[in-house]
């Protein structure tokens, strides 16, 4: 069952009622747009130490940011949101607090993490559970499992290195659990819909790991335990909460890109509208091109105000889409291509006489594609109206001034290396109504 509860302080003085939220439980997200109160963030730790020019390309990095800086930029971008009345909770806090619940569920963890990171030879899956078990901290047994491991961290047998193909191939400095160097980039292992979650099977072997996170916050923290499950990450297809935008409490748009498949849009819808508790009846489904710049939907394509959206000029010719709602029968679904304009499309889903697109770069094609590579697209709103985005982006940004915006600008140096903005580096918990 999908419970939450909510705690109020009332203090009051000769002139205003002031309400509190003190504390918020659960998930409450029915809204890209609604004034943001909680989110999870990953600040970058030392899993980005361990990215190198050989491995790039299998942990989706284009460079390695330096990790100083990155943190600076990352606290920066958490103070933004504090200072605008945002609660910040971080993914490694949550987990330590589920590893301190009992030594039975910290057990759980570790031999699920072992087994997932591919580990098969028995030497070292007992010398990995070994040395992690012996943190006795929680969030530093956590923070080394998004780190990675290296061989001559562990204490293997005696003559193990002299007798190993591996390490005399390799050398002892090998790394036998690889880093998770994307987790600050939140957005993607799982999404709030509604009072709901789906937890995901992301697209690439490097960054289905990182689930892992979400499985045991949701399975057991005493906040999300109740939450209701939408979406398992033992399912075939692949899905990422970028790809994910909740645009009113009955109306999902979900893109069809590089990182999220139509079966797995199709099972989500089945799986929430079978749902007794799940108020979404219709998804759009939008299908973008399905490329590396455009990996997910909230790259080329967010919402910003009540009818304003951002929006990558270059999605709009080849755009699809499809409107996705329950079928007669239980089980089945009714789907139809759409043949208006986005406009018109998202007018109609949000209740609105018109929406306006505001394109990034102003439209201009070399300036678009610059500002949306380093994230012009990818807006937080925090509140209608009121964005967090990257400083760098300034003529885009500047655009948004122009049509009334609030913009609030974080330093992106570092950050953007990875290829993603404020929203992907951030999973909302609770939006208020």
């Known amino acids: 069952m999908c419970t939450f509860a909510v705690h109020f302080k009332i203090s009051i003085n000769t002139n205003t009622r002031h309400y509190i ?47 100083k800086v990155a943190e600076e930029e990352h606290d920066a971008f958490a103070q933004v949101l504090r200072d605008n009345g945002v609660e910040v909770v971080y993914l490694e806090d949550l987990m330590a ?25 028995s030497k070292y899956k007992e010398a990995i559970y070994s040395f992690l078990n012996g943190f006795k901290s929680s969030k530093e047994l956590v923070l080394k499992t998004m780190e990675g491991i290296y061989l001559n961290e562990l204490t293997l047998d005696p003559g193990h290195a002299m007798s190993s193909l591996a390490a005399m191939v390799r050398g002892e400095n090998r790394m036998v659990v690889n880093p998770m160097p994307n987790l600050y980039f939140t957005r993607d292992p799982f999404e709030s819909i509604g009072t709901g979650v789906g937890i995901n099977r992301m697209y690439s072997r490097t960054r289905r790991r ?26 075939p297809f692949r899905i990422e909460g970028g790809d994910v935008l909740n645009l009113n409490e009955h109306t999902l748009a979900i893109g069809i890109s590089q990182r999220t498949e139509p079966d797995a849009i199709e099972q989500l819808a089945k799986n929430i509208f079978s749902n007794e508790h799940a108020r979404i009846d219709t998804i759009l489904a939008i299908h973008i091109p399905e490329t590396r710049a455009f990996m997910h939907l909230d790259t080329v394509f967010t919402q910003i105000d009540h009818d304003k959206f951002m929006v990558h000029p270059g999605i709009l010719g080849p755009l699809e889409v499809f409107k996705v709602m329950p079928g007669k029968r239980d089980g089945e679904l ?48 925090i509140a209608p109206g009121k964005v967090i985005v990257y400083e760098r982006n300034d003529v885009t940004n500047a655009i948004l001034r122009d049509k009334g915006l609030t913009v ?10 990875g290829r993603g903005g404020p929203r992907c580096m951030s999973m909302p918990l609770w939006r208020e109504d």
């Open 21 to 67: 939220l003190l504390s918020m439980k659960g998930i409450h997200v029915t809204s890209e747009i609604k004034p943001l109160k909680k989110v999870l963030l990953h600040r970058p730790g030392r899993e980005l130490l361990n990215l190198t020019p050989d491995t790039l390309g299998e942990l989706l990095f284009d460079d390695i940011p330096y990790l």
């Open 97 to 121: 607090q589920v590893l301190n619940l009992s030594t039975d569920i910290r057990k759980e963890f570790l031999l699920q993490f072992i087994g997932e990171a591919g580990i098969c030879a």
């Open 210 to 235: 990182e689930t892992i996170y979400g499985d045991f916050i949701f399975k057991y923290h005493p906040d999300f335990k109740d939450v209701e499950h939408y979406y398992s990450r033992e399912c």
């Open 334 to 381: 009714s789907i139809t291509r759409k043949e208006e304009t986005l406009e018109e499309i998202l007018a109609e889903a949000l209740g609105v006489e018109h929406v306006t697109l505001i394109k990034c770069g102003g439209g201009d094609l070399i300036t678009a594609e610059r500002e949306q590579w380093n994230d012009g697209s990818n807006t937080l709103c």
């Open 408 to 417: 609030l600008e974080i330093p992106s140096s570092e950050l953007s290396r």
